[in-house]
């Protein structure tokens, strides 16, 4: 670590992504959550079924 960086304060390196890999990341983000949304709902109506 550089003195001259310390003085001026980190640099925000998570401006430089790409659009396309933001696009991606917010996809997967997403599509995770939709998807363990999904998985949730399955499992409690298994669960009603077997009467739990």
Do not use: E, N, S
């Not at 499992?43 to 077997?50: A, E, S, V, Y």
């Amino acid at each position: 670590m550089g003195l001259g960086r310390a003085i001026k304060g980190p640099h925000a390196d998570y401006y430089d992504v790409a659009p396309a890999r933001r696009v991606a990341m917010g996809a997967a983000y997403f599509g995770l959550a939709g998807f363990l949304a999904l998985a949730m709902w399955v499992t409690d109506q298994q669960l009603r079924g077997i009467g739990l």
